[in-house]
């Protein structure tokens, strides 16, 4: 038998083998469990009062019990090895819940349908309840050697062998007689067996998706304050942000509206900024002043120019729009290249042949346009 353990205080509850039968419960005080009491689920409101933790205990019929040697390697190995041995079999691919635990240096394995956990579970919430742990009824009673060990739990028939768990069916036990010796347990047998599940669950089926909900460390008071905090802080930095965008804008806007006034009242002829830029730059290409002056545009030319020894410049000519014409030649096209990509990621606006040709004396010869950007 099972040495007594010091159970907390709570309550056991057996669900019914068939809808419609009674429950029964105990109440557990002092490590000690209570006498049985019946109760019907449709009668009214639940009978057992204050609650503290709850072990439920399901029908041995819909969860019989596997009990198997530990393998030769680690518990959590074994316990994985004997999970997937359940879902190579078939059984979780048509719906069934599959929960596995050591106990006592053995293997504890059980399979139940996915449906019929469900309606466990909706029954006990009906009643206000959310047990602690789930446990097949079946494992109240203990393991013994060359024994097959009965008793009888609110109404309901219950037996174990060395190798598994299971409802007590008349047919299986007189099959089982003649190689087992029977043993048949008291009421205050079962009292004790009761107080030691409901302090060590021997197989928890609340595992996986059926697994007590756990209170995340992201959903406590101070991190939804540090949360709200952070989410008022980001919500000001951006009301910032558009308040300032929208001032540059405004500012923005003026500086454009006061420049183009001023342009107007030389330039009449201005609309826009792109139009009152283009009648400045007309009127200093003429003057020959700023960057499409004549001055500019040259010494881009000379400079870019300077660094390749072999291009030589032939004839040099401006117009007042503040367009450069001139003709460069050279031994080699990749030489005149070289000089009209150096302009071009100046920044300057180069106009060239569509082919390079050669003149009279062997020389790669082309006539090119600048004006500034």
């Given at each position: 038998?099972?040495?007594?353990?010091?159970?907390?205080?709570?309550?056991?509850?057996?669900?019914?083998?068939?809808?419609?039968?009674?429950?029964?419960?105990?109440?557990?005080?002092?490590?000690?469990?209570?006498?049985?009491?019946?109760?019907?689920?449709?009668?009214?409101?639940?009978?057992?009062?204050?609650?503290?933790?709850?072990?439920?205990?399901?029908?041995?019929?819909?969860?019989?019990?596997?009990?198997?040697?530990?393998?030769?390697?680690?518990?959590l190995?074994?316990?994985?090895?004997?999970?997937?041995?359940?879902?190579?079999?078939?059984?979780?691919?048509?719906?069934?819940?599959?929960?596995v635990?050591?106990?006592?240096?053995?293997?504890?394995?059980?399979?139940?349908?996915?449906?019929?956990?469900?309606r466990?579970?909706?029954?006990?919430?009906?009643?206000?309840?959310?047990?602690?742990?789930?446990?097949?009824?079946?494992?109240?009673?203990?393991?013994a050697?060359?024994?097959?060990?009965?008793?009888?739990?609110?109404?309901?028939?219950?037996?174990?062998?060395?190798?598994?768990?299971?409802?007590?069916?008349?047919?299986?036990?007189?099959?089982?007689?003649?190689?087992?010796?029977?043993?048949?347990?008291?009421?205050?047998?079962?009292?004790?067996?009761?107080?030691?599940?409901?302090?060590?669950?021997?197989?928890?089926?609340?595992?996986g998706?059926?697994?007590?909900?756990?209170?995340?460390?992201?959903?406590?008071?101070n991190?939804?304050?540090?949360?709200?905090?952070?989410?008022?802080?980001?919500?000001?930095?951006?009301?910032?942000?558009?308040?300032?965008?929208?001032?540059?804008?405004?500012?923005?806007?003026?500086?454009?509206?006061?420049?183009?006034?001023?342009?107007?009242?030389?330039?009449?002829?201005?609309?826009?900024?792109?139009?009152?830029?283009?009648?400045?730059?007309?009127?200093?290409?003429?003057?020959?002043?700023?960057?499409?002056?004549?001055?500019?545009?040259?010494?881009?030319?000379?400079?870019?120019?300077?660094?390749?020894?072999?291009?030589?410049l032939?004839?040099?000519?401006?117009?007042?729009?503040?367009?450069?014409r001139?003709?460069?030649?050279?031994?080699?096209?990749e030489?005149?290249?070289?000089?009209?990509?150096?302009?071009?990621?100046?920044?300057?606006?180069?106009?060239v042949?569509?082919?390079?040709?050669?003149?009279?004396t062997?020389?790669?010869?082309?006539?090119?346009?600048?004006?500034?950007?």
């Open positions: 038998m099972v040495s007594p353990t010091h159970s907390p205080d709570g309550l056991i509850v057996l669900l019914p083998a068939q809808p419609g039968d009674s429950w029964h419960w105990w109440r557990v005080e002092s490590g000690a469990v209570g006498a049985s009491h019946a109760f019907d689920a449709g009668s009214g409101a639940a009978p057992w009062g204050e609650i503290g933790a709850v072990t439920a205990l399901v029908p041995p019929a819909d969860a019989p019990v596997r009990d198997g040697p530990m393998p030769d390697m680690p518990v190995q074994a316990l994985a090895a004997e999970r997937m041995g359940l879902m190579q079999g078939g059984l979780q691919a048509v719906g069934r819940h599959v929960a635990a050591e106990d006592a240096g053995r293997v504890l394995s059980c399979s139940v349908s996915a449906a019929q956990m469900d466990w579970m909706v029954a006990l919430a009906e009643l206000g309840l959310d047990p602690d742990a789930l446990i097949p009824a079946s494992l109240v009673l203990p393991r050697d060359d024994a097959l060990v009965l008793a009888d739990l609110g109404g309901q028939l219950l037996a174990r062998t060395t190798q598994a768990a299971f409802a007590g069916e008349a047919a299986l036990v007189e099959a089982l007689a003649d190689d087992l010796t029977q043993v048949a347990l008291n009421e205050s047998q079962i009292a004790r067996l009761l107080a030691v599940v409901h302090a060590n669950p021997p197989l928890n089926l609340r595992q998706a059926y697994g007590p909900r756990r209170v995340s460390v992201f959903r406590v008071g991190w939804l304050g540090l949360l709200r905090m952070a989410g008022v802080a980001a919500l000001l930095a951006l009301v910032l942000m558009l308040v300032w965008a929208i001032k540059w804008n405004i500012d923005s806007s003026a500086q454009e509206t006061a420049a183009l006034q001023q342009v107007q009242a030389r330039f009449p002829a201005a609309t826009d900024l792109d139009s009152a830029e283009r009648l400045l730059n007309a009127e200093l290409a003429k003057r020959g002043q700023g960057g499409a002056s004549f001055g500019a545009t040259a010494a881009a030319l000379l400079e870019t120019i300077r660094p390749v020894p072999t291009v030589r032939r004839d040099l000519g401006y117009s007042a729009d503040g367009t450069l001139f003709t460069v030649a050279a031994p080699r096209a030489d005149v290249n070289t000089v009209l990509i150096s302009l071009q990621n100046q920044g300057w606006k180069v106009t042949p569509p082919a390079l040709a050669p003149d009279p062997g020389a790669t010869v082309a006539a090119i346009t600048l004006r500034a950007p």
